[in-house]
T-cell receptor
Framework: QQQVKQSPQSLIVQKGGISIINCAYE??????FPWYQQFPGKGPALLIA?????SEKKEGRFTISFNKSAKQFSLHIMDSQPGDSATYFC???????????FGSGTRLQVQP | KAGVTQTPRYLIKTRGQQVTLSCSPI?????VSWYQQTPGQGLQFLFE???????NKGNFPGRFSGRQFSNSRSEMNVSTLELGDSALYLC???????????FGNGTRLTVT
């Protein structure tokens, strides 16, 4: 139904730096492509989501870039802060059913 | 608006027992989905309910079942528990049309 590959598996960034996480999906889909942030002991919290007919969406320090032809999308965290240290998941809509296929996650550590 | 609420937060069960997990979606959301999160398999789709009907189902055995009530609240049941069912079970809801999924904080199930 869908395949999603997320990279890198882990990322260490200095405070104030830019964090970039990439995802690639296999099948064209027409629903939202979301990014989730998860802290230990919590559920995934919706961070930002983009429709596939939009190439970029920015909300505060978080930006999604979406390349429909390459079937890739990425999350950019500007001015990364220690409070951003968490695991980030991308997801792509399944084809043929109303569900999400998730990437394997990226553990981000922002050093002070 | 209150978020997705899941109860209980933690459960410890013995192999062979059954368990019921509960979920209250965001007010006004009629679609409720369930996901399983484990370190090895990541986030995997279990099923989705809308207006008390199961619309979509993931690749899990029949021991995993669910239902949705007229007030959109949902329950998930796992029968004949196995050690491998130990996981974080996440409930998510979404509004009408194309809209992102919002997750609760999950129920941590431990099977001994």
């Amino acid at each position: 139904q869908q395949q999603v590959k997320q990279s890198p598996q882990s990322l260490i960034v200095q405070k104030g730096g830019i964090s970039i996480i990439n995802c690639a999906y296999e099948n064209t889909a027409f629903d939202y492509f979301p990014w989730y942030q998860q802290f230990p002991g919590k559920g995934p919290a919706l961070l930002i989501a983009i429709r596939p007919d939009v190439s970029e969406k920015k909300e505060g320090r978080f930006t999604i870039s979406f390349n429909k032809s390459a079937k890739q999308f990425s999350l950019h965290i500007m001015d990364s802060q220690p409070g951003d240290s968490a695991t980030y998941f991308c997801a792509a809509p399944d084809t043929g059913r109303r569900a999400l296929t998730f990437g394997s996650g990226t553990r981000l550590q922002v050093q002070p | 608006k209150a978020g997705v609420t899941q109860t209980p937060r933690y459960l410890i069960k013995t192999r062979g027992q059954q368990v019921t997990l509960s979920c209250s979606p965001i007010s006004g959301h009629r679609s409720v989905s369930w996901y399983q999160q484990t370190p090895g398999q990541g986030l995997q789709f279990l099923f989705e309910y809308f207006s008390e009907t199961q619309r979509n189902k993931g690749n899990f055995p029949g021991r995993f079942s669910g239902r949705q009530f007229s007030n959109s609240r949902s329950e998930m049941n796992v029968s004949t528990l196995e050690l491998g069912d130990s996981a974080l079970y996440l409930c998510a809801s979404r509004g009408t049309g194309e809209s992102p999924l919002h997750f609760g904080n999950g129920t941590r199930l431990t099977v001994t």
